[in-house]
Each structure stands twice: as C-alpha cells, then as structure tokens.
C-alpha cells in the first residue's frame, strides 16, 4: 500500500521569507501524480500544485514550486515570499489510480 | 463557475441514528469521491464514482457506511446507526475526466459529530 509522510507536523514562517515543506511517500508504481493541497480553517482543500511523475521538470505556480526528487521519493513544497494568507494545514498527496493518498498534513503559521 | 458544494455544512446527531450527507459536484464532471477527515489528520479514501456506479468502494468501513450517484451528479454517503467513532469532516471531490488521476476539486465538507 501507498504511504506519505509529512515529517513536520508545524512550521513557521516570517513573512516575505521562503518556507520549505517535507513530503515523503513510498510505492511500487512508475506512474503516479502528486499533489500539495492548503486547508484554511473553512475547511476546504484547495489545490496549490501538481506534478506528474514522468515529467523530471518541478512544477511551480507563482509563489510555489516543488521539489520532486523520484529516485529518493521525495516531494518538497517551497513557498516563496509568503504571506500572511499562507497561513493554513498543507497536505501531500499521492495518487496512482482512483484515489488521493494523503500525508498527515503540516501547520504553516505565518508571522508579521 | 459554481465549486464542489456540501449540505449540511454541520451535523449533530445521536448515537444509533441515520444520517444522509449530501454532495453536489462540478457541473460535468464526471468523477466523485468521499473522504473522511478525522481530527488531526489527512482525509482518508471513501468510496469513488464514475457517473452513477461505484468504481472503488474500498475505503468505506464497513456495512454501516453506503453511498449513491443516482443521475450520475449528485451523491448521497448515507450512514446507518451512527457511533461515536463516525465523528469527523465528511469531504467530497470531484473530477472531470475518466482518469482516476485526474485533478480532484473538493467541497467544503460536512462536519458529523455523533453525541
């Protein structure tokens, strides 16, 4: 079975400074997606960004960018020039078929 | 256009009773998935759906735990004498393709305490 693991269960931040997530996760596929999602306290994931993993370029979308490093299975999420709107739980996610595999999720607290 | 909506947003119930939460998804999209959430954690795989039948009911727990995609647009997780341990945030998604790899959009989910 598919595991992700998210080492940090909280991080910190100052605001307009770079903060790097961890991710984790271990399969047997050669074809699979990962995803970050941020979960404000509305509840409601929203996707940050997503990365095919035959693709060897990282994905990134403005302020985000990741890591993706297959041979080590490893897939950081670096926020850039973070703001105060950052502020949320993070989860990693894997996916090789139907279903997300999500990791156990990071607080990100951003300070002013 | 409108996103993944939920209802209710809250639920209250007693142990032992029926609870039905509901899910529309994006218009045209052709996948839906439930999660549950449990306090502290990552959402956890439900049950899958492609139009109106169930491609993967692997994650429900058990029997008490069923779900219907009728018309193939809205969706129904239906849980039969609810315990305590049923309490969590109910999150539904939704896709637009047929690959299960597809980019999921999820609601704000429904929040289910068992008293």
């Known amino acids: 079975a598919q595991t992700v693991t998210q080492s940090q269960p909280e991080m910190s931040v100052q605001e307009a400074e770079t903060v790097t997530l961890s991710c984790t996760y271990d399969t047997s596929e050669s074809d699979y997606y990962l995803f970050w999602y941020k979960q404000p306290p509305s509840r409601q994931m929203i996707l940050v960004i997503r990365?095919?993993?035959?693709?060897?370029q990282n994905a990134t979308e403005n302020r985000f960018s990741v890591n993706f490093q297959k041979a080590a299975k490893s897939f950081s999420l670096k926020i850039s020039d973070s703001q105060l709107g950052d502020a949320a739980m993070y989860f990693c996610a894997y996916n090789a078929g139907n279903m997300l595999t999500f990791g156990g999720g990071t607080r990100l607290m951003v300070k002013p | 256009g409108a996103g993944v909506s939920q209802t209710p947003s809250n639920k209250v119930t007693e142990k032992g009773k029926y609870v039905e939460l509901r899910c529309d998804p994006i218009s045209g999209h052709t996948a839906l998935y439930w999660y549950r959430q449990s306090l502290g954690q990552g959402p956890e795989f439900l049950i899958y759906?492609?139009?109106?039948?169930?491609?993967?009911d692997s994650g429900l727990p058990n029997d008490r735990f069923f779900a219907v995609r009728p018309e193939g647009s809205v969706s129904t997780l239906k849980i039969q004498r609810t315990e305590r341990g049923d309490s969590a945030v109910y999150l539904c998604?939704?896709?637009?393709?047929?690959?299960?790899?597809?980019?999921?959009?999820f609601g704000p989910g429904t929040r289910l305490t068992v008293l």
């Open positions: 759906f492609q139009g109106t039948g169930a491609a993967d």
């Open positions: 990365q095919e993993a035959y693709k060897q």
């Open positions: 998604a939704s896709s637009p393709g047929t690959r299960g790899t597809d980019t999921q959009y």
